[in-house]
C-alpha cells in the first residue's frame, strides 16, 4: 500500500496481507431497439468498475491487544480517502482505489483474526504502470528495477524506448504506447512539450496518422519557445495558449503511433505518459 505520493504505507505491528483478489472491469452496454423490431442496435459499451478485495491477517499477543490491533486497522484504512495498491509479484502496475464499506474481522482464536476489505476504484477502472514514458526515456528498462515488470507489453524495439527526439518536417516519427488502453489526455496522464524549434512556419502542426488526432497552433513560433501540452491545458512560455490552438488534442492508440510534423524544419518533441491496463 502506498499514498498518493508513491511512499509506503506502515502497518501496525500484526497485520499481516494475505493476498489481493482484482476483479475484471464491468462494463455499461448501450443499446437501443427500435419500435416493432425483435433486433437489440448495439452501440457498443464503456468501461465501469472493477473491485478489489484485500485479504489479512490480524496477529496479536493477547485478547486485549487483538482490539487494539483491531481498532488500529479501522484507523489505517480510514486515515488516507485514497491509496494505491502494488501486488508484490506483478511489480510496475498500481491500482488507485478507496476503502468505503464497512467489515468485521473474522475471530478465529483469541489472538487471531482475519478480515476481507473491499475496495473499489474511485476514478479509472485501469490498473496504470508507476513509471512513466520519460523514466524509460531517461533510463531505460532495468529488469532489477521496481517500476517494470512481466506482462506490461514492454518490447526490445530499440525504437520503442525513444520519447524524446529531434523531428524534421514531413518525416513519420512513432510513439509506443505498451498498455493495451488507449490514451485521451482528458482522462489519463499525457504530457507533451515541443521546443528548439528551427524555421518555423503557419500553422504548427503534430498530426497523429494511426488514429487522426492531432493539434495545430496559430501564429509564428520563435525557436525559444516552448509549447506543453499537460492533459486539456495548453500554454507557450507557461501563459495560456488553448486559443491559439484548433482547441484538437493527441490522443494515443494501444501500440505504435505514426506521427508527423509540419510547420517547422525540426523541433524537439518530447511524450511523457503512463501506460494503462484492462
Not at 480510514?78 to 494505491?84: R, V
Not at 489519463?188 to 487522426?212: V, W
Amino acid at each position: 500500500m502506498y499514498d498518493l505520493n508513491m511512499n509506503e504505507i506502515e502497518f501496525p505491528e500484526g497485520f499481516i496481507p494475505l493476498d489481493i483478489f482484482i476483479s475484471s472491469i464491468d462494463k455499461d452496454r448501450i443499446t437501443d431497439k427500435v419500435e416493432g423490431g425483435n433486433r437489440k442496435l448495439n452501440y457498443g459499451s464503456t468501461y465501469n468498475e472493477r473491485d478489489i478485495q484485500l485479504s489479512i491477517l490480524l496477529k496479536s499477543h493477547d485478547t486485549q491487544d487483538y482490539r487494539l490491533l483491531r481498532d488500529a486497522t479501522y484507523a489505517l484504512f480510514n486515515k488516507y480517502d485514497s491509496f494505491y495498491l502494488v501486488e508484490e509479484y506483478q511489480r510496475g502496475k498500481r491500482y488507485l482505489v478507496s476503502a468505503d464499506e464497512k467489515y468485521i474481522p473474522e475471530r478465529m482464536t483469541r489472538r487471531h483474526a482475519t478480515a476481507t476489505i473491499n475496495c473499489f476504484m474511485s476514478e479509472l477502472p485501469f490498473a496504470e504502470s508507476i513509471g512513466t514514458s520519460a523514466d524509460i526515456d531517461r533510463g531505460g528498462i532495468n529488469s532489477d528495477d521496481a517500476l517494470w515488470g512481466y506482462g506490461m507489453g514492454l518490447i526490445t524495439d530499440e525504437d520503442s524506448l525513444i520519447y524524446s527526439r529531434e523531428v524534421k518536417s514531413g518525416e513519420s516519427f512513432y510513439v509506443y504506447n505498451a498498455g493495451n488502453v488507449d490514451i485521451h489526455p482528458f482522462e489519463q496522464d499525457l504530457n507533451i512539450a515541443i521546443k528548439n524549434f528551427d524555421r518555423t512556419s503557419e500553422p504548427f502542426e503534430i498530426k497523429n496518422i494511426t488514429n487522426g488526432s492531432g493539434i495545430k497552433v496559430n501564429g509564428k513560433l520563435n525557436e525559444s519557445d516552448v509549447v506543453e501540452i499537460k492533459g486539456p491545458n495548453v500554454t507557450i512560455n507557461n501563459l495560456a495558449a488553448l486559443r491559439r490552438t484548433d482547441r484538437r488534442y493527441i490522443e494515443l492508440s494501444k501500440g505504435w503511433n505514426e506521427f508527423v510534423m509540419t510547420g517547422a524544419y525540426k523541433a524537439t518533441i518530447e511524450f511523457d505518459f503512463r501506460f494503462y491496463y484492462k
